[in-house]
């Protein structure tokens, strides 16, 4: 009799083990998936600044343990950052710079650090993709849709650039691609509907995250102005609160002329956050510095490429150590 309870209890054992070895052999495989992952946007982060630290590099050809006060301002210079902000960054700074020197200072320009909880976000949650023509909204979209399907998270797009047919298609395509229901209408049919029935069908259908896109450039700046603010107003009418966030994507390429450009948006419609588009094709890397400081609005991810898993969350540690690793020891 105790035999077998003896022996029972030995099962139970032998299994509690054996599922102990596979909650074992799965926080393992976890973490090794999160080091991989690591790994991987490392990867990309090299990649997109592959060109900027370069151009460092030109200046600084051999690594340093101190770089001299005029050479920093000229890397800062050749960077693309803004005049006004390199004086931010000089300051007090003494003749011979280290590199914890430099990284403090650089590191304090992005001070609006976007904000890291997203696990109370509402249902749907629906993002507004604003910016100029060419500065990469749709490609973006399509790494957002990508990014929140990994997480296996349900998407809806809204083809809210009516101005061009192709605009319509290509966001078409790319919802195919990646196997995304979109909402659209055809081409100068009023992109507000296009908003406002795409919140309807994914709050009917409790989807995760409605991204929206809209066109980059109408006759003129008081016509986009408009048509964004009709847009903003009927987002809050298909759903309280919407849109949640405003996100504003930048060409890289363009260095400071950018944040001309945001400045404006910001004004029509306000922004909550931006992306960074084409990190990749730039030396003007140092951009982004001016951008922050100046705009005093959070990046919130990078384009590092035309795919759609190019897009990696901006981090300022790993940006501003991946530069100074190519000038300093
Ligand atoms: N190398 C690189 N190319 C990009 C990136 N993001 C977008 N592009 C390219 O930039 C071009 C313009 O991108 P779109 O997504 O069409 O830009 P848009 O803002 O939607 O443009 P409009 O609809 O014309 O206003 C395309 O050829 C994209 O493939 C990026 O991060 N890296
Ligand atoms: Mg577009």
């Known amino acids: ?13 032998s299994q509690s083990t ?38 460092l590099k030109s200046i600084v050809p051999k690594k340093q343990e101190k770089i001299d006060f005029d050479t920093v301002e000229e890397i800062l210079i050749e960077a693309d950052v803004e005049y006004d902000v390199i004086e931010i960054i000089m300051d007090k700074l003494p003749k011979q710079i280290t590199r914890v020197q ?24 629906i993002e507004l993709i604003i910016g100029v023509n060419g500065a990469g909204k749709t490609t973006t979209i399509a790494k957002l849709a990508n990014m929140y399907k990994e997480n296996d998270k349900t998407v809806l797009l809204g083809a809210g650039d009516t101005f061009r047919a192709a605009a319509i298609e290509q966001l078409t395509k790319w919802a195919n691609k990646l196997d995304v229901p979109i909402i659209k209408t055809k081409q100068g049919h009023d992109p507000s ?36 603010k009709k847009i903003v107003k009927v987002c809050n009418k298909a ?9 504003m994507i930048l060409d890289g390429t363009q260095g400071n002329t950018a944040i001309a450009q945001a400045k404006a948006f910001d004004e029509m ?12 094709g730039t030396a003007k890397g140092g951009a ?5 400081n100046q705009l005093k609005l959070p990046i919130f991810y990078i384009g590092v490429g035309e795919k759609a898993t190019d897009l990696i969350p901006f981090d300022p540690d790993e940006f501003v150590d991946k530069l100074l690793d190519g000038i300093y020891l």
């Open 239 to 247: 759903y309280d609160g919407a849109p949640h966030q405003k996100l």
């Open 18 to 55: 054996a599922i102990e070895q596979e909650q074992n052999q799965e926080t393992k495989e976890h973490e090794n998936n999160a080091e991989k992952q690591q790994e991987i946007k490392k990867g990309f982060l090299t990649k997109a600044l592959e060109k900027t630290v370069n151009n």
């Open 102 to 125: 430099l990284r403090e200072k650089l590191i304090s320009l992005f001070e609006i650090a976007p904000d890291a909880n997203s696990s109370n976000l509402p249902t749907p949650f």
């Open 193 to 228: 509907a296009v908003a406002y029935d795409t919140i309807s069908s994914a709050v009917a259908k409790k989807i995760n995250h409605v991204i929206i896109d809209t066109a980059g450039r109408l006759q003129t700046q008081t016509n986009l102005a408009n048509e964004l």
């Open 269 to 280: 419609v306000g922004v909550d956050g931006i992306i960074i588009t084409k990190l990749d």
């Open 288 to 292: 982004l510095f001016s951008i922050s």
């Open 1 to 13: 009799m105790f035999g077998i309870f003896r022996k029972k209890k030995k099962n139970v054992e």
